[in-house]
Structure formats: C-alpha cells, structure tokens
C-alpha cells in the first residue's frame, strides 16, 4: 500500500538557469548532480565535506529535507522543509515547492502533527483543483483527510520495559510464497498480523476485524494506492499490545471486503510503518521461532532509507549497487524492469510466462521471466534466493520499478537485524 508517490527534486536545469547575479561554485554544482541523481548514499557521504563551500544555500536545505526523510531524522527534515517553504520558493519554482509542501505535509503527518499536516494538504488542493484531475490530487487529499480527522489524536509513542521483549513469529504459506506473523493483541483480541515494512502508513486491517475489535472510526473514503487507487476508512484505538510492548494511539486503515483478492487469502492485520520505526530495533530470530525487541538498539553502518515511508536496501549485485524495496508483505522476492534494464544479461535466454499479483485494489497479471538463482550481497553477507520472477517490461512508457525482497530474503537467514534508528539491516 503506497500513500505518497516519492517526489524527486529535480535541480540541475534549476541550477544552470541561475541568472548571473548568482556565482556558482563547483561545490554548488556537484552537489545539484547528487540531488538530482537521487543517491542517498552518496549525499550522506559527500555533503558534510560540500556543505560549507555551497553558495546556493537554499541546496542545503534540500539535503538536509532529503535526508532526514530518508534517513528517518525527520525533525530535522521539518525544520529544513520549513526554511524552504519559507524563505526559498521563488527560486524552486512552483512545481518544485508543490513537492516539498507535499514532503512537508506529510512528514508532518509522520510526526503526529496532524492538524498543521491537514492545513497543509487542503491549501494545496485548494490551489490545483482547478487545474489538476483527481488522480494527481489523491496524495494532497490524503494528507488533508488524515490530518483533519486526527487533528485531535495525540502522537503514537511506545511503552516498553528496560529489557529485551521477544514474541512468537511464525511464516505460512500463502500463494507462491509465505508471510510472516505477529501476534497483536486491541482490545482484549488477540490475532496474527501480517509483519508488513512496506505498509507505508499506520496499520492495514480487514473491516470485518474492525468491527470485531470495535475500532473506533473516524473517517472514511481516505484515498490509498495498491493496484489501483482505492478508498479506505481511518480508525483509531488506545493501544495495541504486542507481547510486553504498549503502542498508544495507533492507526488503522481498513479495508473494504474485495471478493477477487479474499479468495486468494483472507487476513485480519497489518503491522505497518510506524511501530516498526518507534520500535527502532526488530530482531526477527527464524531459528528460534521469535521476534526481538531489544532494550537497547545495536549501532551499525546504513544501507537502508526510506522513501514514501518505505524502506530501499542497497545490495550488490555483479559487483553493482542496486536499491531494491524491502517489503516484508511480499510473499516472495521479485524482480523489477529497471533491474532488467540494468543487468539485461541476468535474464538473456529465460522463458517468458504469465504470473499473477495482489493487493489493496485487486489482482493484477504482468508477464516476467523465472530467474533460478539471484545471488546478491547485502551488509557483508551473500544471499541466495531462488525462482525469483523479473518482470520483463522495458518499454520506455511503463514505471520503472527496481524490485522487492520480500519474506524469502528474511527466512533465509538465520537471524536478521531491522534497525530503523540507523537505518540498516544485517543478517547471519
């Protein structure tokens, strides 16, 4: 489920079309090629030693933006967002300041700051509904809608005790692959929910377990992309119990009953974004059959950022980096069609077929080929996962998408370290 497509800051022309009045330095245009290449990595690496000799100051800004959402320091993404909607938007220009009031809107949102995210979401709709459909507007209607209904909700927070809380986990099988479990306890009724890092926005529940753990609504026809742009109501509850953990004042999506997409599996829960951010640290231990909460969170190098609340990993690949999502919903790892227009060799030769995809919105087929083997490295160690399917389509038309690794990735590892406070995940 995806709530905000990712809104890429587009800065080399902006800077080249800098009037004279301005001096450009060579830092000023080294780091507008890393902006706009959109490589994380390479900005937390190269800005600190940039920072300083950059005249066009407002690019500070938008790598302070981009990285504290990215990274997950987004009190510090506030306050530079703020310093670009304030102070810089005459020389981003409009679409490049419709973008960050966006980022703005919802990292607000992210933060518990819902009724500023609300105002936020209904100037922008109020300045482009005149000139935009409904599909460029659904992100600003979320952000409206979900701010205003939670205007009076006070922020999620996490009360745990001073040691580690370990849970059972436990993998079924389901379709071509397997999800992972979680036990959750609202309202005195315990269920497994789906431990889900690509659900992007509070937690993903079936409206009959709404009504079964009497969740409080208070609002619907919220707007959220799957396979298709569809519609959900918003709840509420006090709490949600995992084994020793409290997390106050969660937040639900609930889903409508979808015939096509039931039939394949049923489910009553989705743990999603943001306890596993607040939890900061999730050991998920297959040898033992449980999942780790530790008291205190190990430090470690990142290969991990977030974008629209999603977690990419960067593997290597052929000796390459490649970022692809890390969706612990997905049933099995996948393959996208920028990994195919990147390493074309990979999947030279492989029969086409024709497989099947759901999701919020429905089932889909796309045609893709099998690759028996995907080895890969990933934080020092080497994967291998197998049949792993690549969507095939390259035509310059369709979205280029990298890729997932998906619960496959996870059990293959005896043990395997998601840290949202560095922003990292390790296995062994």
Known sequence: MKIINRLTVILITFLFGYNSVYSQTQADV???EILNSGDLFQLRKEYPNLKDSVSVKMLNFVADAQL???FNKLENAAIALDSLLLHHQNEMGAETSI????LQGMNLLNLGMYEQAGKIGEDLINALKQSAPFEALYSFVFI???GKALANLQKPYLERPNRDVTVPMSAETVGRGKHIYIPVEVNGITKNYIFDTGCSFGNFVSEKYAKETNLKIVADSIPVSGMEIGF???ATADSIKIGELVYHNPVFMVAPPDNEVDSVFAFDGVLGYHFIRDAKEIIIDNEAGQFVF???PSDGESNM????NTPQVRI????QPFDLIFDTGNVKSDLGNKFTKTFPDAIDGLAEKITSRGGFGGISQTKVVVLPEFHFEVAGSTVTLHDTEVIKNTESSSQLFSGSLGADFVLSFKRLVINYQNMFICGE
Do not use: D, Q, R, T
């Open 30 to 32: 080294k780091m507008g």
């Open 68 to 70: 504290g959402i990215g």
């Open 99 to 102: 973008g960050m009031a966006a």
């Open 144 to 146: 409206e809608k979900v």
């Open 232 to 234: 959900v109501k918003l």
């Open 294 to 296: 530790p008291h205190k």
């Open 305 to 308: 950022y977030l974008s629209s």
């Open 316 to 319: 290597s690949y052929n000796g």
